[in-house]
């Protein structure tokens, strides 16, 4: 099995045709086939199906896909950490981050990263906590900043906590129960979920609500997106669940306030997310070590949000610039 074959099936996989993949690969149609056939005949399976509406995965090649997908990255992040080993820093980090750490981490760690790094490139994916393992899993990803469930993640990873996210109820400052100090008083209101599943990070008002026995809310939206969660709220009907980090800055500017639920709220540890199996590339170590200096910094600010809280990060040398 050569990389070029790997390439060439991801390639036709992930533009859904031979020309398309071609194209992409900048080969001609019947060399991508060709190597494309020859990888079955190794394989012993048929990767492709045809169908009128064009070239489809069969199980084998869906089940193949992962697998080649995390042979290229490897490649692609081997290659790069023998250049940045040699001392050429350029490259490609690629980041998930839910909205908390985003918002609170990211800009500052950038700024200075992109200072010592100007020629690597840096991709930062939003989301949700379980499509970061999925990318990280299959290599398309360095890291991911997220809060994780109380049950943990699988052990392929390192869930490495950086801080506590606690969590207030949001809504638009006139919204009728702006004033509520009860969960009970907030029953029958309709809210915005940033997460898929029903418990957990992104459904933890849900968790809220069990913990007192009260109905669970009503889920109007499903929203992982920061400045659409606000124009939502703009809804003086809606509540969300979102990290107290948020609130001060851009939230509030938006006319979005913290009510003042008297109730204990859910907090999970915000963590960075690797796999366990597979080193970070130079530049890539880098930016992890900026992050965790953020968070310390951060813990020391006597204004800072996570002075109320207490920081899971132990202390960080200083770095060079």
Aim: charged residues 25%; glycine residues 6%; proline residues 8%.
């Amino acid at each position: 099995m050569r990389l070029s074959q790997v390439q060439d099936f991801i390639a036709v996989a992930e533009h859904g045709s031979i020309r398309a993949g071609a194209k992409a690969r900048d080969v001609s149609a019947p060399a991508i086939t060709k190597s494309i056939r020859q990888l079955e005949e190794e394989l012993h399976v048929p990767l492709l199906t045809r169908t009128t509406r064009g070239i489809v995965l069969s199980r084998y090649g869906e089940a193949f896909l992962r697998r080649a997908q995390l042979i290229a990255s490897e490649a692609r992040k081997a290659a790069d950490e023998m250049a940045q080993m040699l001392g050429t820093r350029n490259g490609v980090v690629r980041i998930g981050a839910t909205g908390g750490p985003a918002h609170l981490l990211l800009p500052a760690v950038l700024k200075r990263f992109r200072t010592q790094h100007p020629d690597v490139q840096v991709c930062i994916e939003s989301g949700v906590y379980p499509a970061h393992l999925t990318d990280l899993r299959a290599g398309a990803m360095d890291m991911a900043l997220s809060p994780i469930p109380d049950e943990g993640i699988e052990r392929e990873f390192v869930s490495e906590p950086l801080y506590n996210n606690d969590s207030v109820v949001v809504a638009h400052r006139e919204h009728p129960l702006r004033d509520a100090r009860t969960l009970r008083e907030l029953v029958g209101s309709e809210w915005v979920l940033t997460g898929q599943r029903m418990h957990g990070p992104g459904a933890a008002i849900m968790d809220a609500f069990r913990a007192r026995g009260l109905p669970l809310p009503r889920v109007a939206v499903r929203c992982d997106t920061i400045g659409m969660i606000q124009t939502l709220l703009e809804d003086r009907a809606l509540l969300c669940l979102l990290p107290r980090q948020l609130v001060p800055g851009r939230l509030a500017n938006a006319n979005l306030v913290a009510l003042p639920i008297e109730d204990p709220l859910p907090s999970h540890a915000v963590s960075l997310i690797y796999r366990a199996d597979s080193p970070m590339t130079p530049v890539a170590e880098q930016f992890a070590k900026l992050l965790r200096r953020e968070v310390h910094y951060l813990s020391k600010m006597p204004d800072s949000p996570l002075r109320r809280q207490t920081p899971l990060v132990p202390p960080v040398p200083a770095l060079a610039s």
